[in-house]
């Protein structure tokens, strides 16, 4: 699988992209700026002992990847994804952005659209499957491969496309879990705050969430 990041360099991205590089996949760093994308991957590249990364530029990245994923701050969400609209035409776009307030990050920000997840399937039409999963996975566990593993919820219109995501959270060592329509995006998407809340009251670094009552397998 060659996943591609978009906005790559960041906290969120290259955590990601570290952990599915671990797991054996080739991952394709994007940004706006070609040299700090390749530095990204060179330093992904360098942990794991194997040529598992690339840097492209955002659009060049979303094109040569068959899952497309995207962390960037919701300030730049609209403007990437127009950046990035033909490249990701018929693939799977897994959406990461959490609105928040830039002001102030801990308070809810209710876009538009609903949710930061809706208003991308909006933008990108019905060609391109649009997830929202890993809004509540914080980078530090990325980083620090803490094994206090918590729940990706995994939700989008399209049933065999969640399905993937789940896929995808899987090899990150993490339960994905089918949380229903892009709709239900709202509430994942707000839980990040609750959680950022939690580490500051808290000190912690890495509050995740973990469902009860699902037997295992
Ligand atoms: N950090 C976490 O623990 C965490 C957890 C869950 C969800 N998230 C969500 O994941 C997303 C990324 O979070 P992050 O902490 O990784 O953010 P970040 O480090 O601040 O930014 C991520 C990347 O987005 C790109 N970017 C920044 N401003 C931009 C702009 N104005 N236009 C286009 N691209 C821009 C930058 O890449 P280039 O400059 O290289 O293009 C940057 O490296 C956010 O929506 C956040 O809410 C974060």
Not at 109 to 129: C, D, F, K
Request: with cysteine; glycine share 12%; hydrophobic share 40%.
């Amino acid at each position: 699988m060659r996943i591609a990041v978009v906005g790559g360099p960041g906290k969120e991205g290259q955590g990601l992209a570290l952990g599915w590089a671990r797991a054996g996949q080739e991952v394709i760093i994007g940004s706006r700026v070609l040299e700090r994308a390749q530095r990204a991957a060179e330093g992904i590249n360098a942990t794991v002992g194997r040529r598992a990364a690339t840097g492209m530029l955002n659009r060049d990245a979303a094109a040569a990847g068959e899952v497309v994923v995207l962390t960037v701050p919701y300030d730049a969400h609209a403007e990437t994804l127009q950046d990035i609209r033909e490249a990701v035409r018929g693939k799977i776009l897994v959406d990461v952005t959490v609105p928040v307030d830039p002001e102030k990050p801990r308070r809810v920000r209710i876009p538009p659209g609903g949710s930061a997840t809706e208003e991308a399937q909006a933008l990108l039409g019905s060609e391109t499957r649009v997830v929202a999963a890993f809004q509540n996975l914080s980078h530090t566990y990325l980083a620090h491969e803490e094994t206090n593993a918590c729940d990706i919820l995994v939700c989008g219109d399209d049933a065999d496309a969640r399905q993937e995501v789940v896929r995808l959270a899987g090899l990150l060592g993490l339960r994905g879990l089918d949380v229903g329509p892009a709709r239900n995006a709202r509430v994942v998407e707000g839980l990040t705050v609750l959680l950022m809340e939690i580490n500051r009251r808290y000190k912690v670094r890495g509050a995740g969430i973990r469902i009860t009552g699902i037997p295992p397998g």
